[in-house]
């Protein structure tokens, strides 16, 4: 429509002459590393379906498994993580190569 709109938007950051260029692309990037992980969070635990009522349930149970993400990323195994999460469950050799990982 060939319309412009303006929009401000404020940051806290310790980057000294940083061009709001830069500033923009390096948002994008956190905000989408963010997003990636939220989405993989969601589709391979089921965080946002998980019944827990208490908030340091909550917290516990996303860091354990962010943590649990993280090991399953290190695994070389050319699967999805989905796949290695359910593998990881239903066989003790496995889920102890990724711990060890």
Same mark, same amino acid.
């Given at each position: 429509?060939?319309?412009?709109?303006?929009?401000?938007?404020?940051?806290?950051?310790?980057?000294?002459?940083?061009?709001?260029?830069?500033?923009?692309?390096?948002?994008?990037?956190?905000?989408?590393?963010?997003?990636?992980?939220?989405?993989? +969070?969601?589709?391979?635990?089921?965080?946002?379906?998980?019944?827990? /009522? $208490?908030?340091? #349930?909550?917290? @516990? =149970?996303?860091?354990?498994?962010?943590?649990?993400?993280?090991? +399953?990323?290190?695994?070389?195994?050319?699967?999805?993580?989905?796949? /290695? $999460?359910?593998? #990881?469950?239903? @066989? =003790?050799?496995?889920?102890?190569?990724?711990?060890?990982?």
């Amino acid at each position: 429509n060939e319309k412009e709109s303006v929009s401000h938007k404020f940051f806290i950051s310790s980057l000294k002459e940083v061009s709001a260029e830069q500033m923009y692309k390096y948002t994008r990037q956190h905000w989408s590393i963010e997003n990636q992980l939220h989405w993989q +969070l969601d589709v391979t635990f089921g965080e946002d379906t998980a019944a827990i /009522k $208490r908030e340091n #349930a909550i917290v @516990n =149970l996303h860091i354990i498994r962010k943590w649990a993400l993280f090991l +399953l990323k290190k695994d070389p195994d050319k699967m999805s993580i989905k796949r /290695k $999460r359910k593998k #990881a469950a239903r @066989n =003790l050799a496995y889920l102890q190569t990724i711990l060890k990982n």
